[in-house]
């Protein structure tokens, strides 16, 4: 009966459109969104087939926060177009410029002032843009962004958007090790909220360096750092997979995470398995979340 309600409750969250009751005036809407690069040869599933489909689905959830990975320049200028009410920021990882895929982030200019932004790469030397590091097998970038929030007077937080290497093992575990030590300094204490493609499970050495256990955290943490999801679905279940293939599988490991520090509550969740027809906007599923 427990499992049972358990599937009904995850069912019912992967539904829900932006204008769940459950937000109220001052909430964060996240979204962090895989949306796959636009060079790739998908034929059915490319880009230029997809790509307003990839639009109206950000465009459905409204998001105050929007985390982009695998977006090339002109993938980002077609998002800007798209969605004007929102300020860009993003370096593409080979350059720290205009090549190669970014982890562009994107926030609603009328709600907040941008106070500072950066990219590191995940890499012994993480201020040398294009540098590779440990067993990577490509240059991986972090963007981040310091926002005032005009919906709450005096609230800053730090927006950080990544992907990190779908091969490197050594290289997502200190990606993610860097990524923990990224948030506690540039933080300084305040609120930070993360979103990205992690390529790897919560059974995972990455998740495990990054995301605080609530039952036991690690010894030396500084802040705890929420998985938005897990919080909303404490127990596990079997069709929680965030990566498609362009086929709606539901099974495998949720590689996209959306994280948060202490100061913020999740009150929503969920996957969105949005299909058309049998096809996907793109070979990852959206995942959102709702911040308080």
Same mark, same amino acid.
């Given at each position: ?102 982890? #562009? =982030?994107?926030?609603? $200019?009328?709600? *907040?002032?941008?106070? +500072? ?9 993480? %201020? ?61 204490? #305040? =609120?930070?909220?993360? $979103?990205?493609? *992690?390529?790897?499970? +919560? ?9 605080? %256990? ?79």
């Amino acid at each position: 009966m427990r499992r049972l309600a358990w599937i009904i409750a995850f069912l019912f969250a992967t539904a829900v459109r932006a204008d769940d009751p459950a937000r109220q005036p001052g909430d964060l809407r996240v979204l962090s969104f895989n949306i796959r690069y636009g060079t790739a040869k998908d034929g059915a599933d490319h880009w230029d087939k997809r790509k307003d489909f990839v639009a109206e689905t950000i465009r459905k959830h409204d998001p105050d926060l929007l985390g982009t990975q695998e977006t090339l320049p002109f993938q980002a200028d077609f998002l800007k177009e798209k969605l004007p009410g929102y300020t860009f920021v993003g370096a593409g990882r080979d350059d720290g410029k205009t090549k190669g895929e970014m982890a #562009a =982030l994107f926030f609603r $200019t009328d709600r *907040f002032e941008k106070v +500072e932004e950066g990219h590191y790469w995940m890499s012994p030397t993480p %201020d040398v843009p294009g540098s590779k590091g440990w067993d990577s097998s490509l240059p991986r970038v972090t963007t981040w962004v310091k926002l005032k929030d005009k919906a709450k007077a005096g609230r800053t937080f730090v927006f950080f958007n990544t992907h990190f290497d779908h091969l490197g093992k050594q290289a997502r575990v200190e990606s993610a090790k860097m990524l923990r030590q990224r948030i506690e300094a540039l933080g300084g204490g #305040a =609120l930070a909220i993360v $979103t990205g493609d *992690f390529n790897a499970g +919560e059974s995972s050495d990455p998740y495990k360096a990054v995301v605080t %256990d609530p039952k036991t955290p690690a010894p030396g943490e500084k802040v705890k750092i929420t998985d938005s999801f897990r919080s909303i679905f404490p127990e596990r279940g079997p069709t929680e997979g965030s990566f498609n293939g362009f086929k709606g599988t539901k099974d495998g490991a949720r590689i996209d995470w959306i994280l948060h520090t202490p100061g913020l509550t999740t009150v929503s969740a969920g996957i969105d398995r949005v299909e058309r027809e049998g096809r996907y906007p793109s070979d990852h599923f959206p995942v959102w979340a709702v911040l308080r």
